[in-house]
């Protein structure tokens, strides 16, 4: 099973950043998917959710209307689309599978929102 995240870096204030996650080893389908953060010093933290057939997605306050989470299913891929980025947004985002009692994590990736 992997879970591979990319798409991190460096951006400024109010720029916008999309990470992707490539599954394999799992029926992807099937599992619903999470996008984590954790920044320095703080507890890891859900940010949005998807469901398995993409139909349902939910999120934390903090990134509502400016995030977006997205799936297809065909090319084993979850999205995370980041619009107006404040340095807040700074951390490791981790890409996380969940069916039921089975839960996979990927390594992460870091975003950095820096002038």
């Known amino acids: 099973v992997q879970l591979v995240e990319s798409g991190g870096g460096l951006v400024q204030p109010g720029g916008s950043l999309r990470v992707s996650c490539a599954a394999s080893?799992?029926?992807?389908?099937?599992?619903?998917m999470n996008w984590y953060r954790q920044a320095p010093g703080k507890e890891r933290e859900l940010v949005a959710t998807i469901t398995s057939a993409g139909g349902s997605t939910n999120y934390v306050d903090s990134v509502k209307g400016r995030f977006t989470i997205s799936r297809d299913n065909a090319k084993n891929t979850v999205y995370l689309q980041m619009n107006s980025l404040k340095p807040e947004d700074t951390a490791v985002y981790y890409c996380?599978?969940?069916?039921?009692?089975?839960?996979?994590w990927g390594q992460g990736t870091q975003v950095t929102v820096s002038s």
């Open positions: 996380h599978a969940r069916r039921g009692f089975q839960a996979y």
């Open positions: 080893g799992f029926t992807f389908s099937s599992y619903a």
